[in-house]
């Protein structure tokens, strides 16, 4: 199974930037998709943004124009470019790969964001 590693969290203020990294133990071209979710306290977990084999994309309404993700298939890796943060950012952010075929998913251990206000 693949093992996510994410990287890049932080405490930034309103208005800053941050560069979230997500990498795989395997070749992320065999992934279907793969994305970023966030859970803040007292949350569920929502889907942030996504990205399939086909670099197809899709952000949710809360981040559209303002967070950014790729992929490097040559390091297997998924980035997610945050810029513009806003206080209602601030959550714990989790990789997800999925493979459509088999119906699974499987997740980092996530990066705390923070941003202040």
């Known amino acids: 199974q693949v093992q996510l590693v994410e990287s890049g969290g932080g405490l930034v203020q309103a208005g800053g930037s941050l560069r979230l990294s997500c990498a795989a133990s395997e070749r992320i071209f065999r992934i279907n998709a793969m994305g970023w979710y966030r859970q803040a306290p007292g949350k569920q977990r929502e889907l942030v943004a996504t990205?399939?084999?086909?670099?197809?994309?899709y952000y949710a309404g809360a981040v559209k124009g303002r967070f950014t993700i790729t992929r490097d298939i040559a390091k297997n890796t998924v980035h997610l470019q945050m810029n513009s943060l806003k206080p209602e950012d601030t959550a714990v952010y989790y990789c997800n790969a999925h493979y459509s075929l088999a119906g699974r998913d499987y997740w980092g251990q996530g990066t705390q964001v923070t941003v202040s206000s």
């Open positions: 990205i399939t084999n086909t670099d197809r994309t």
